[in-house]
């Protein structure tokens, strides 16, 4: 009880430990609480961000989906235009191998030609003897359409002659015709 005395209280250390641990608990669970709220802050923005991506990642999704639908359309359509572009050159093929079948007659109608070069030379020859013929007979036509001239006034006057001989002939048939069935 000497320790009483001296106005020390055996308790007193105890307590103080206790007021010492409590204020070191008391500033570390604040210090914990205040970590968590940063961290909680943290949290909730990087889910913001993360929201706000997850929004752009479905929008370009969907812009993604879409464009390969009309990617894929677009390739569907080449394909068929790819069929019809095909179809087109076999037909173009066959016409080349047609071409090219006649080209293969070139050789002749080069030979044929070279022949008719040859031979023009003569025929414009000809052609000219023929002009000179022709200019023969247009002269004799032109006097044949004279006499022919000539001749249609006689003609005429013979076409005359031949009225009145006709008429000529009938008033002296008129008679012979009743006559005629009274002779045997």
């Known amino acids: 009880m000497v320790d009483m ?5 055996p308790r007193r250390p105890i307590v103080e430990v206790m007021a010492r641990l409590g204020r070191e608990t008391q500033l570390h669970v604040d210090e914990r609480e205040r ?5 909680d802050g943290v949290i909730i923005g990087i889910s913001v961000i993360l929201i ?3 929004i752009f990642n479905v929008y370009y999704v969907r ?3 879409t464009d390969l639908d009309r990617i894929v359309d677009n390739m569907e359509r080449m ?3 790819l069929d019809r572009v095909e179809k087109d050159m076999v037909v173009v093929a066959d016409r080349v191998d047609g071409f090219d079948r006649h080209m293969a ?3 002749s109608i080069t030979s044929h030609v070279t022949s008719v070069t040859t031979r023009l030379p003569r025929m414009e020859a000809n052609m000219q003897s023929m002009a000179a013929n022709m200019a023969i007979v247009e002269r004799d036509m032109v006097q044949l359409s004279r006499a ?3 001749i249609t006034p006689s003609m005429m006057q013979m076409t005359n002659n031949m009225a009145v001989m006709r008429h000529n002939v009938e008033k002296i048939a008129k008679p012979m015709g009743s006559m005629n069935p ?3």
């Not at 970590?35 to 961290?39: A, Q, R």
């Open 105 to 107: 007659h070139m050789g």
């Open 5 to 9: 005395e001296s106005g020390v209280d």
């Open 52 to 54: 706000v991506l997850a």
């Open 35 to 39: 970590h968590f709220k940063i961290t």
């Open 182 to 184: 009274i002779m045997p």
């Open 148 to 150: 022919v001239h000539s």
């Open 79 to 81: 394909l068929g235009n």
């Open 63 to 65: 812009v993604l989906y």
